[in-house]
């Protein structure tokens, strides 16, 4: 007979991590520092019931114990923050502190009883990390784009440094990139997923790297999942007699900014998916709503192929 588990709530801050289990003994807080998460690995090791630990997603003040969790063999599940912060709301439970947000965390877990968050392959790690470098460094050389176009009148110098700035930004966006590129071409896994993805009209080789390092999951997910987990799944806004728009929200903002571009291209040129555009705007569908459902379409079989890829063969 199996032991239920005992869901241990983890609220993760940069120099901390508060804890609370009911049925195990855990110190109340630990640093997030290696010493910490070795500390509560070994403070885990002595429960005699299974322990599941539950923490939200926090940018990367998460992601070092995650890891370490997974290289003890602990399961841990990685949570929506919105979806805890409405599970406390549906308890009345309005008071918010690190203590706090660990029992409500625990409390969640026992639940919504989650799954736990699958360990990620390391290339998919190093390709999300210089992916989301690139864009930092796209979004800075932009920012100062735009500042020479808007200095005319500046002295000489200014103007100087900003064009040494862009040509530094140039240089190591290409020293990035010339990674990604590397990653990928040494991964069969990646050059795979690549190769499949950029046979799409409208889909080339910077937005397929960036939609894989966005959503690794791909291919592995139904097609609702795929569109809820890309915040391009429509929601109804409807009561009573009142019918209001359907609308997108929540979901990765990485998956969409990626897909924008290659949307807008296969909405010329691809001979599925330029119709299904024309037929929206035909019917006085606005062009972003439309784009909107073109990314959606995109999106979903790209999913569809990378399924048949990744189906085993009988």
């Known amino acids: ?16 991590i508060d804890l609370f289990a009911t049925g195990v003994t855990v110190p109340h807080a630990i640093a997030n520092t290696p010493a910490g998460h070795q500390h509560l690995i070994k403070s885990l090791s002595r429960s005699s019931a299974p322990v599941h630990v539950i923490c ?33 709301r549906s308890r009345n439970e309005l008071a918010k502190t690190d203590a706090i947000d660990a029992r409500i965390l625990a ?36 920012a100062e784009r735009t500042r020479e176009s808007e200095q005319q009148m500046v002295p000489r110098e200014v103007r100087a440094s900003l064009q040494r700035n862009l040509r530094h930004l140039d240089r190591e966006i290409e020293k990035i990139q ?48 795929t569109a809820a987990l890309a915040g391009l799944a429509p929601f109804n ?26 949307a807008f291209s296969a909405s010329q040129i691809n001979p599925v998916l330029k119709p299904f555009y024309q037929k929206l705007r035909a019917k006085g569908k606005a062009h972003n709503l439309a ?20 189906a085993p063969s009988i």
Request: proline share 7%; net charge positive; no cysteine.
């Open 107 to 142: 409390e969640y877990g026992r639940s919504a009883q989650p799954a736990p968050t699958p360990r990620p392959d390391p290339q998919f790690v190093r390709l999300q990390q210089l992916v989301a470098r690139r864009a930092q460094l796209v979004g800075d050389r932009a």
């Open 291 to 310: 784009l909107v459902a073109v990314m959606r379409k995109l999106l979903i079989h790209l999913n569809r192929i990378l399924k048949k890829h990744l």
């Open 1 to 16: 007979m199996s032991t239920a588990p005992v869901y241990l709530g983890a609220d993760i801050s940069k120099p901390s």
């Open 56 to 88: 939200e997603a926090t940018g990367v003040y998460h992601q070092p114990l995650v890891a370490a969790l997974h290289q003890a063999g602990l399961p841990v599940s990685v949570v929506n923050p919105r979806q805890v912060r409405d599970f406390a």
């Open 178 to 225: 010339d990674l990604i590129d590397h990653l990928v071409e040494q991964s069969p896994a990646l050059r795979d997923r690549v190769r499949l993805l950029v046979a799409v009209q409208g889909v080339g080789r910077l937005t397929a790297v960036a939609v894989l390092a966005a959503m690794p999951e791909l291919g592995t997910l139904s097609e609702n999942q």
């Open 237 to 262: 806004r409807d009561s009573g007699a009142f019918r209001g728009t359907r609308s997108i929200r929540g979901g990765r903002l990485s998956v969409r900014s990626a897909l924008y571009m290659a």
